[in-house]
């Protein structure tokens, strides 16, 4: 991946500069001069610089350089064959490489996402119409599933306040309920009962206004593999992956705090809140480090785990007072 030219003005960590990156970033420099040099001038030229390298795998899905405060976290992109290969979406089978293998049956076109409950204006958005609700942003985020690994990834999207502003949600509404698709056509992973049937998450209405909580209906550049929950999913950077519902059907806005799948299935393993956090442990395991994919050979050493994922300055705010142990 063309990493470095992706950073824009800011600069690598020094750690990262060695000869070969620093040649092979001057390459790629070069290459997108060749390409596209009549771009480069004026603010569309910084734009297009701003893009992470397309795979050219599926639908492109620009987004420009996002300038939502925390959206573009330094670290180097993960692999886009690591992030489209390595999933957990159960409704796919529990292995990391089902829903790539599976999610071939996905059809995510047409799509339609019900927004209902304590909104002043309910019904349905087609697809179509959520893709151009607000401008297509790419923004580049940790993702950190609680089970010990993380990503970072380039999403495509926009923040759910947009969605949320469009749609007036009434003074009752004090939670977002999010419900994926559940569709046995589709998905042979519903055949087990590992969980509940449709996933349901949700989130707190400053949560789900936070600028960082993104509906998401790319990566790298092109609309989301189906194995990453096209046609549209949420992500939720400061929380555990699994908050961060896949294909997403339904938006319903509610006054108590909603279910959740991953509750119901085990509430002393996975709180509401599930916000990432290296001094709360799982129940069965540590969280205070995690291994990032691609960095998984012999000597890889683990990294420690962020508070809120490293998003505290532009969320921590939102948990002030609040005994996190309690709230995991
Ligand atoms: N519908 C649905 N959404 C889901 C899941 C799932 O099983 N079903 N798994 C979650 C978990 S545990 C993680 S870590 C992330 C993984 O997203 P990724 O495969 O795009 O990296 O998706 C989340 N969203
Ligand atoms: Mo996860």
Redesign the pocket.
């Known amino acids: 991946m063309h990493y470095f030219q992706d950073r824009g003005f800011q600069h690598p960590v020094s750690s990262e500069i060695t000869p070969r990156s620093a040649y092979l970033n001057r390459r790629a420099w070069l290459q997108s001069l060749a390409v596209g040099g009549a771009a480069l001038s004026g603010w569309a030229g910084r734009d297009a610089m701003a893009q992470t390298a397309r795979p050219n795998k599926l639908a492109a899905l620009p987004g420009v350089r996002s300038t939502v405060a925390g959206a573009m976290v330094m670290d180097k992109p993960t692999a886009y064959g690591d ?1 489209a290969s ?6 796919f089978g529990t292995d990391k490489a089902d ?1 790539a293998r599976n999610a071939g049956s996905l059809k995510p076109r047409p799509w339609t996402v019900a927004v209902e409950g304590e909104v002043k204006k309910p019904g349905a958005w087609d697809l179509d119409a959520l893709l151009k609700l607000a401008p297509m942003e790419e923004r580049i985020y940790r ?1 950190r ?3 010990g690994w993380s ?1 970072v ?1 380039p999403w495509v999207g926009w923040s759910l306040a947009e969605l949320i502003k469009r749609v007036e949600p009434t003074g009752n509404a004090k939670y977002v309920q999010f419900i ?2 559940a569709d046995r056509a589709q998905m042979p992973g519903l055949r087990s009962g590992v ?1 509940d049937w ?2 349901a ?1 949700g989130l707190r209405m400053d949560e789900a206004m936070h600028p960082l909580t993104m509906m998401a209906f790319g ?1 790298y550049g092109e609309v989301l593999p189906n ?3 096209a046609p549209v ?1 949420l992500v939720v950077p400061w929380k ?8 997403i059907v339904k938006i319903r806005f509610v006054e108590k705090q909603p279910a959740t799948s991953w509750e119901t299935a085990a509430a002393q393993e996975y709180g509401f809140y599930s916000n990432v956090n290296p001094k709360v442990d799982h129940p069965r395991w540590s969280q205070a480090t995690e291994r990032r994919i691609g960095e998984d050979g012999v000597f890889a050493k683990k990294r420690p785990t962020l508070m809120f994922n490293g998003y505290e300055p532009q969320v921590g705010q939102m948990y002030a007072g609040m005994d996190l142990k309690r709230y995991f």
Do not use: A, D, H, W
């Open positions: 992030v390595y999933n957990n979406f159960y409704e829903p993702l599933c609680v089970e990503m990834v994926t698709l969980l449709p996933y998450e990566l194995q990453n929950g999913r555990y992956g699994f908050k961060s519902g896949k294909s």
